[in-house]
């Protein structure tokens, strides 16, 4: 800190919710542009740590900690060039989670695809800096499937996010449109998934040959030939909702690994398939507050459903 800089603190004694932004603004006096600002260049701590989302929310006894030079006008850091492989959900200088787009690999495989979600988040984290930043891998999506995941943005936070995994704590919510009508309105898939050598999996009852799977579902709406179903996973396993759906002959529409020919459907030309995270909930790794993020079905499904 330099002579020139002023400490500020506060600590939110309302049990109401309110943004961190509103809170450095009224501290300040500044305008809303320079509390930008201030936010992307470090100055604002919440809970103790560094925050670069302006509105981030408080709760009753959360603490703002501001140090900022009060005659430099601060500048928002540009925004993040879109990209057509993922959105930013939500930043802090901990973890970055993001709307992957469908289509694209989460990371490299054996063919050193160029063109992966975590390729594309190193150029967004290094943003003309010398040293190139790499995120820290948590969990997967499939090529085509869309939907929210989280990064580390270092190999603690990352382990750290991961024995949350592990416990089966974080909340995953995906949105599945799968062939046919269901009849069952709620049901849970138990198996054990087998992984060939085509990297398939099947599902198995012998616990000796293949890895817990656990699938919760909850049907939306039925149409005369699919059903949109709400699908929360307990355990994380490779095409584990894929390979569920199938078993009992409901496969997921675009699915071109597990029984294609039933997941093929005239209404549905996307080269993608009909599933979606929806919903991540998770306790942050340093604050541990509780976070949960969520992101709007696509534009595919909804279009299938009023046609």
């Known amino acids: 800190m330099t002579s020139l800089e002023k400490v500020l603190s506060y600590i939110h004694e309302e049990n109401t919710r309110v943004r961190a932004d509103v809170i450095v603004q009224t501290l300040t006096g500044k305008s809303r542009s320079i509390v930008r600002g201030m936010f992307s260049h470090k100055c604002v701590r919440v809970k103790d740590t560094i925050c670069l989302n302006p509105g ?51 990371v490299p495989t054996e063919k050193r695809e160029s063109r992966t979600l975590v390729s594309a988040l190193s150029n967004y984290l290094t943003r003309g800096e010398s040293k190139r930043k790499l995120v820290s891998i948590i969990h997967r999506l499939d090529r085509d499937t869309s939907g929210i995941l989280v990064f580390g943005k270092n190999d603690r936070i990352a382990e750290a996010i991961k024995q949350q995994f592990i416990a089966r704590k974080p909340k995953r919510e995906y949105f599945a449109i799968v062939a046919g009508r269901l009849e069952k309105d709620t049901g849970t898939f ?34 005369s030939d699919a059903t949109l179903v709400s699908v929360t996973l307990e355990t994380g396993r490779r095409n584990q909702i894929r390979v569920h759906f199938s078993d009992i002959g409901h496969p997921i529409i675009g699915d071109v690994r597990y029984k294609s020919q039933e997941a093929s459907h005239k209404a549905w030309p996307h080269k993608r398939l009909a599933l979606h995270a929806a919903v991540l909930g998770l306790k942050h790794p340093v604050t541990s507050a509780e976070l949960e993020f969520k992101s709007e079905m696509p534009v595919e499904f909804r279009s299938f459903l009023l046609r």
Not at 66 to 88: G, H, I, M, N, Q
Request: hydrophobic letters at 35%; aromatic letters at 10%.
């Open 56 to 106: 981030e929310p408080l709760g009753l006894g959360d603490t703002v900690q501001l140090t900022y030079d009060p005659v430099r006008r601060y500048k928002e850091s540009p925004k993040a060039r879109s990209s057509e492989l993922f959105d930013v959900i939500f930043e802090d200088e901990h973890i970055l989670v993001v709307d992957k787009k469908a289509g694209f690999l989460t």
């Open 190 to 223: 138990q198996s054990y998934l087998v992984t060939d050598r085509f990297l398939n999996q099947k599902s198995t009852n012998n616990e000796n040959e293949g890895k817990l799977a656990i699938t919760h579902y909850r049907v939306v709406q039925r149409l």
